[in-house]
C-alpha cells in the first residue's frame, strides 16, 4: 500500500491522538471565524479561517457518524449493566416518562422565566405565555401521577390497568380542550396587542433549531407511542406534540417580530397559524376523547382477564426490543 493509500485508509478510520486535534482544530476555526464575524475582518485570514472552519466541521460530523454505531453499542452495553439504565434502554414506555419528567421540569423553567419577564416588562403576552406553560405542566404531571397510581391499584391486573390508562387518555384530551383556552388568550394578546417575543437574531436561531428538533421529535415518537399502544405513552406523547405546535407558533412571531415590524400581512399570517394551532389543539383533545370512549365501550362490552403478554405497552415493538 502506498503513502497516499494510507492517508486515505487513515482518513477513513482515524485514531488516536488525531481526533483530539480534530476536536481542537474545529472548535478553535469555528470560534476564530465568529470572533473576525464579530469584529468586521475581510482580510485574508478570514477566507483561510471560514474554509478551515468547514472542512473541519464537515469532517468532524464525518467521523461522529463514522463512530455512532460502536459508541452507541458499547453505551448500551454499559447500560444494561444496571437495572435502572436496562429499563431505560430496553422499555420505551418507561423512556416516555423519564423524559416527560424532564420535560415538565423545563416547562416549569419557562413558565417562571416568561413570568418574570410579564412583571418586569408589564407585558400580558409573557404572562399569557407563563400561563400557557404552567397549565402544560399540571397536564402532564397529573398524567404521570395518574399512571403511577393506576399501576399501584392495578398492579396484579392487567385489564384494569389498561381502563386506568384509558381513563387517563380522555382525562388528558379534555385538559387539552381546556389548555386551548389559554393558548387563545396567548393568540389573541399576540395580535391585538401586536406584541411578540423579541430577542435577538442569534436566540431567534437558537430558538428555530429547538422549536424545529421539538416538533421532528414529537412527531416522530407519535408514531411510536402509536405503535407501542399503551393510552399513557400516547397521551404524554401527544401533549408533547401540542407543546411543540405552541413552540414553533412562538417562533413564528418572534421572526415576525425580528424582521417584518409594523407588515400586516405578517399578522395576518400571526392570525393564520395561531387559528392552525389552536385548532389542532381542539382536534387532539377531541380525537382522544372520542376514542378512549370507544375503547372503554369496547372493554365493557366484552369483559374479559387479558393474558399478561397482550397488555398494551408491556412489550416493545420490534424496533425497541433490540434498543
Known sequence: MNKKN????FLKHPHGLFLILLCLLTVGSIAVSIFLVVISYTGPLAYVSYILAAVSLAYSIYVIVHFSGSIKQRAIAAAKKRDLTRRFVENYGFRTVVFAVVTSAINIGYA???GVLGIVAHSLWHGALAGYYIFLSAVRCWALFSGLK???QAKDDPSALYLYKLKIFRGCGIFLIVLDVALSVVVTQMVFTDSSLTHGEIMAIASAAYAFYKIALAVINLFKAKNW???LVQSLRNISLTDALVSLFALQTTLVALYSVGDRNMTALNIVVGAIVCAATVGIGVYMIVRAGVLLRRQRRAPQRMDE???PGENPPAEEKNG
Do not use: G, Q, W
Open 229 to 231: 399502544k399503551d393510552p
Open 309 to 311: 403478554t397482550e397488555v
Open 6 to 9: 494510507r492517508v486515505l485508509e
Open 150 to 152: 393506576a399501576s399501584k
Open 112 to 114: 417562571v422565566f416568561y
